[in-house]
C-alpha cells in the first residue's frame, strides 16, 4: 500500500523581529461493495460496504483510502533582543497505517493466509460428542484459503473490524517551543518544551 504526500510551505515576516511559516501536508494511502451486498434481509436500500480485497498485478489497492490526512503546520522565530529569541511550532503528521506494516501487525495484511480450527465437542448439550480424542477435528481443519475466495474470503469465520480500521494513519500532533539566549564567549543557553499527542 503506497502514499502520496504533496507539500506546501509559505513563509512571511511581518517585522524584523518576527518571521512566521506555516505548510500543509495531505498523506493519501491510495472502496469495494460488500459480497454479501443485497443479500441481507431486512436492509432494503442500504449498500452495504466492505469487501476483503487481494493485491495483485490488477489490483493495486486492499483497502479503501484514506483520504482526510490534511497535516498543517505552523511556525514563528521572535527575537526578544539582539541575544535571545523564541520559537514555536505546531504540526499534524501521520505514521504509516497498520496494514501498511502487514506482516508484524497479524491482522489484516496476514488475512487469509493463516487459520485456526476450534473443537466442537457436541452439538446437543453433551448428550452426543462430536469430536473424539481419537478423533478431535471429524469435519477438518479450517486450512488458509489464500487468495481463492477473492472478496468472500473468510465468510463465516469471523471477519473483524480491524479489516475496516486499520487502513487508517494514526495521528501525531507535536508542540514545540524554545527559549534561547547567547551568553557570549561561544556559550549558548537553551531550554526545549516538545510534547506528543498520538491518537487512532
Given at each position: ?11 512571511c ?14 498523506v ?14 431486512n ?32 511556525g514563528?522565530v ?80 469471523g ?16 508542540w ?7 551568553l ?17
Open positions: 500500500m503506497g502514499s502520496h504526500q504533496p507539500v506546501s510551505l509559505a513563509s515576516q511581518s517585522s524584523s523581529s518576527l518571521v512566521a511559516d506555516h505548510g500543509r501536508r495531505y493519501c494511502d491510495i472502496t469495494a461493495d460488500s459480497p454479501i451486498n443485497g443479500k441481507v434481509p436492509l432494503p436500500g442500504r449498500t452495504l460496504k466492505g469487501a476483503m480485497r487481494f493485491v495483485d498485478s490488477n489490483n493495486r489497492r486492499q483497502t479503501p483510502t484514506d483520504k482526510n490526512n490534511w497535516g498543517p503546520r505552523f514563528f521572535y527575537a526578544i533582543n539582539n541575544a535571545t529569541v523564541f520559537r514555536g511550532s505546531y504540526g499534524i503528521i501521520y505514521s504509516p497505517s497498520v496494514l501498511q506494516a502487514a506482516g508484524t501487525s497479524g491482522s489484516s495484511g496476514t488475512a487469509a493466509f493463516q487459520s485456526s480450527t476450534g473443537v466442537s465437542r457436541s452439538f446437543d448439550g453433551d448428550v452426543t460428542a462430536f469430536a473424539r480424542l481419537d478423533n478431535p477435528f471429524p469435519n477438518g481443519f479450517n486450512r488458509p484459503q489464500g487468495i481463492a475466495g477473492g472478496a468472500a474470503t473468510q465468510l463465516g469465520l471477519i473483524s473490524d480491524v479489516f475496516f480500521i486499520d487502513n487508517a494513519n494514526p495521528i501525531i500532533q507535536e514545540s517551543a524554545t527559549l534561547q539566549r547567547n557570549g564567549k561561544s556559550s549558548l543557553w537553551k531550554r526545549v518544551i516538545s510534547p506528543t499527542k498520538a491518537t487512532t
